[in-house]
């Protein structure tokens, strides 16, 4: 069995909505209490994180941003940008605790404390771009852990594999030109689903030309389609890039169960994208993944499959 | 919206003395496909394309023995004039961009350039200027979700839907209303500015709408 880090802090449950919203702190309560109940948490390595140093905010986002977001909670604004997006005065620290929490989780690995990492944290992060927060998500957490492994760790080359149903907009803005960050996003098709980007020709710009990858699903998409894009379009392009580690932006979203969008992806599909992204990591990277929560909005599916996710990287 | 408001003015245009040698490489350079050709004081005189200039040089080369220097000699040789179409499809600074978009479509041609009163030359419109105004219009490429909602052929449908949408503070950031395929039905397609659709499609469905779900465009 493999020692798997368990991020969590109970302030996660602060950042909580002024209205009826689907990123709502009761995701993580049902999340907590079901692993709970079925004895998981007590199997992982459970790790604190802590607040970040605002440097390591900023290898990823503009001071401006950091102040505007700051500011909007302290006078009690209701909503950041677009009205999808909430706030709560609890929510510029706790975005900040998130980002602690993706860095948390690659330090344990990195560092060998642990051999895989789960951060159940929130809010989520990967529509967040340099200068903005939208789509539910204020600070992007998987990109604050990606830059931390490369300026503490000395890692030179990180894959970030998205399978949150929603395209990762802001990951994808934040390494486009960067040759040594590999994007790779599953999500249903732009014109169906928010945020309306990630059509398969953007594949990065200048020098990162070639490391950003996207695959957008049609409506109806499921299980067998998810495979074929694993198999086909992500494990070839690893031969190329070949990681040294491997995050993983992890909504479960993609359920046919899930409200938010129109794909067809069972418990089945999460259990073989998982073994896929160990068996990248066990090829490349001496089996080290990191898989940071983003979205999820059915409570019965969001925890069966981070259930099915946390015993395969516990390689149960 | 008026033609003048979508026109490219930053132009790149050639007197008709100019040799097809120098009109190619000015198309390269600038990738593009035609240059209007105009006199000193800026009067439209025609239009040459790539497509015009092939015309002309492809003759010579069937003539046995004419190699690639000979070809290029002959397009620094030859002015633009002998090659470019004289009677010019043109729209004028005071046509609507619908107007264009016709003239495009039943003229068959890829550009219109533009003129004023006096028949100088003010600008250019191609198809790509109103490929990129659909796809403005379509809201493509905007942080947004899609709803596409089937309502009766009647007044005051579209007033509703706005209204419900407005309710919950989204914007609505592209909306498109065309025939729908069964009679009697419209389909309105909207682009809102929110993840959060869930509350929006509910309330639209309570009010009675049909909101198609985008898996029935799947095909079998």
């Known amino acids: 069995m493999k020692r798997l880090a368990w991020i969590y802090h109970p302030d996660y449950l602060l950042h909580s909505p002024p209205f009826e919203h689907p990123e709502a702190p009761e995701r993580l309560v049902a999340i907590t209490e079901h692993l709970g109940g079925v004895g998981l948490i007590d199997r992982m390595v459970p790790v604190t994180p802590e607040y970040p140093e605002d440097a390591e905010i900023l290898t990823v986002h503009d001071r401006g941003y950091l102040d505007k977001l700051e500011v909007a909670c302290r006078r009690g604004d209701l909503t950041l940008d677009s009205e999808d997006t909430y706030l709560n005065r609890h929510s510029f620290n706790i975005a900040l605790l998130a980002a602690g929490g993706a860095v948390a989780g690659a330090k344990a690995v990195a560092e060998g404390t642990a051999d895989r990492a789960f951060c159940a944290i929130r809010p989520p992060g990967h529509h967040a771009g340099r200068d903005v927060g939208m789509g539910f998500c204020l600070l992007n957490n998987t990109a604050v852990a990606a830059r931390y492994l490369q300026a503490k760790h000395g890692v030179g080359k990180v894959l970030i594999v998205d399978w949150d149903v929603h395209h990762g907009n802001g990951t994808q803005n934040i390494f486009l030109e960067d040759p040594t960050v590999f994007y790779f996003s599953i999500h249903e098709h732009p014109t169906f689903l928010y945020p309306g980007t990630g059509r398969r020709w953007e594949i990065g710009k200048g020098k990162g030309e070639g490391t950003t990858l996207n695959a957008p699903m049609a409506p109806g998409a499921g299980d067998a389609e998810y495979r074929m894009t694993f198999e086909q379009m992500l494990e070839p392009a690893m031969e190329q890039f070949r990681p040294e580690m491997i995050l993983v932006s992890a909504g479960f979203d993609a359920h046919r169960d899930d409200p938010l969008a129109d794909l067809l992806v069972t418990e089945e599909g999460f259990r073989f994208m998982t073994r896929h992204v160990i068996g990248l990591a066990d090829r490349f990277c001496g089996g080290k993944v990191v898989s940071i929560l983003e979205g999820g909005y059915e409570t019965a599916s969001l925890t069966s499959c981070i259930e099915i996710h946390l015993r395969e990287l516990l390689g149960e | ?220």
């Open chain 2, 1 to 220: 919206m008026f033609v003048a408001r979508r026109m490219k003015k930053k132009l790149v245009t050639v007197p008709p003395s100019a040799s097809l040698f120098e009109a190619q490489g000015l198309m390269r350079g600038h990738t593009i496909r035609q240059l209007p050709v105009v006199s000193e004081e800026r009067t439209l005189l025609g239009i040459v394309s790539d497509r015009d200039i092939r015309a002309v040089v492809l003759p010579a080369g069937l003539v046995p023995g004419f190699t690639a220097d000979e070809a290029e000699k002959f397009m620094k040789n030859t002015p633009v004039e002998r090659a470019m179409t004289r009677k010019v499809v043109t729209a004028t600074d005071t046509d609507t961009l619908e107007d264009a978009i016709v003239l495009l479509r039943d003229f068959r041609v890829n550009a219109l350039p533009v003129v004023d009163a006096a028949g100088k030359i003010a600008g250019i419109i191609t198809r790509t200027d109103v490929m990129e105004a659909f796809i403005e219009v379509l809201g493509v490429g905007e942080i947004s979700s899609r709803l596409e909602v089937v309502v009766p052929d009647r007044p005051g449908t579209l007033g509703q839907l706005a209204a419900i949408i407005g309710s919950f503070h989204v914007n609505i950031t592209s909306l498109i209303s065309t025939r729908h395929v069964e009679e009697g039905k419209r389909v309105n397609f909207f682009r809102i500015a929110t993840l959060n659709t869930g509350p929006i499609r509910k309330a639209i469905e309570e009010a009675g709408f049909e909101l198609l779900d985008p898996s029935r465009f799947i095909l079998p």
